[in-house]
């Protein structure tokens, strides 16, 4: 219970910041509707708590079961089933990422149906199972790492001299798309598992580096999908936006989509445990009990994080964004800078690696100045993106 307060505590205050950005704007340069900002209001409680459990049930089911397995795969010893067994769960991990599923819709509507969702989403999710399955390698060799990236952002370069923009600029939106709520924690956790087996005087930085390889998967698996198929110029249609009407009706109608959404985004790495447990980890009644409650924490965090930043505030974000552009784009530079660097803040996947990068280093790396650190990177990242 402490651990959930500790949780709900430090979300509030990094929600907090976010919301008092939307009320200073909202009597200043970009006014909305007051039923909207009500809708906001109950989003960004929605938000605290979802947030706040999902990172509690991360902490007892998530991360235990990605060390579990990094062990499991580990102890094989056995070079081919570790690439194998590391894009696998790679693989499954990220077909079950939300922010995955949105983007695939995303691509498929900008591209007028030419390129299908689904093919996006496995795609993608083979990209990372690749990367996955060869970060494991490099721990279980102790390859170094700069030398990988290299090599991986090289080929990257090549193809990107190549590939059409678009499908430059989609590609490293679903980089982006795979450092979610699900595989954050996970492969992170994998990694771990991994180099704390392994052993040796490098265990501790063996354990990161695996996100940042994972999330190169997805840039050279659609810029070689794109070549491989040879699209170029795609076209489509954005639909117009309509804001949300009444102040309850649209979180109680997407509800429902969104606990479907949570209970698919689980179930394979449910399956997953259910599957390993029987096989390899042979857990006793209490330690697996602990990991399926921690696994239905997770949902019910998920489903209320979801719901909160659909029906509260993504829409939001689009009216004032267009208010500001129409009326006052001298600011946007600015407004993006702010926004930029408080919405890292809300971000479970952020908050799970920052967690992990105390936690393994026993605290001599500060959670709160990898925070400090990746808000003003994004909050710059925004303002140029604006300008």
């Keep these: 219970m402490d651990i959930l307060l500790k949780q709900l505590k430090g979300v509030s205050m990094s929600v907090l910041p976010i919301t008092v950005l939307v009320f200073i704007l909202n009597f200043t340069a970009a006014p909305i509707d007051t039923q909207m900002l009500i809708r906001f209001l109950i989003g960004a409680v929605s938000v605290i708590i979802g947030l706040g459990i999902f990172l509690f049930g991360a902490h007892i089911a998530i991360v235990p079961i990605g060390n579990l397995m990094g062990e499991t795969i580990a102890k094989t010893n056995k070079a081919y089933m570790v690439g194998i067994l590391g894009f696998i769960l790679g693989f499954l991990i990220t077909v079950a990422e939300p922010d995955l599923q949105i983007l695939a819709r995303q691509v498929n509507l900008a591209s007028g149906g030419i390129i299908s969702g689904t093919l996006i989403l496995i795609v993608v999710s083979a990209g990372v199972g690749i990367m ?23 080929i990257i370069f090549l193809l990107g001299l190549k590939a059409a923009e678009e499908f430059l600029a989609i590609s490293v939106d679903a980089s982006g798309a795979t450092t979610g709520a699900m595989t954050t924690p996970f492969i992170l956790a994998l990694g771990l598992g991994v180099s704390q087996l392994k052993g040796g005087k490098t265990a501790e930085e063996d354990s990161f580096g695996m996100v940042g390889l994972a999330s190169a998967g997805p840039i050279f698996a659609i810029l070689i999908m794109s070549l491989v198929r040879g699209l170029t110029n795609i076209e489509g249609a954005i639909e117009a936006f309509v804001p949300h009407i009444g102040v309850f009706t ?27 447990d029987k096989i390899r980890f042979k ?39 267009e208010s500001i552009a129409e009326f006052h784009p001298w600011a946007l ?40 650190a990746l808000s003003a990177g994004i909050a710059f990242a925004v303002s140029l993106s604006m300008i």
């Design 132 to 154: 996955v399955g060869i970060g494991l390698l490099r721990i279980l060799y102790g390859k170094p790492l700069n030398k990988l990236f290299t090599i991986t952002y090289f």
């Design 333 to 372: 530079p600015l407004i993006g800078f702010l926004l930029g660097m408080t919405v890292v803040l809300a971000e479970p996947a952020v908050y799970v690696l920052t967690e992990q990068v105390e936690e393994v280093t026993a605290g001599h790396i500060k959670r709160k100045v990898i925070l400090v």
């Design 250 to 276: 649209p979180y109680l109608r997407i509800f429902p989509q969104f606990l479907k959404e949570s209970a698919l985004t689980l179930v394979p790495l449910l399956i997953l445990f259910l599957i390993f």
């Design 283 to 321: 857990l006793n009644k209490r330690s697996k009990g602990a990991i399926l409650k921690g696994l239905l924490y997770t949902y019910v965090g998920l489903t209320l994080f979801l719901v909160g930043v659909n029906a509260g505030f993504m829409e939001v974000g689009r009216v004032m964004g």
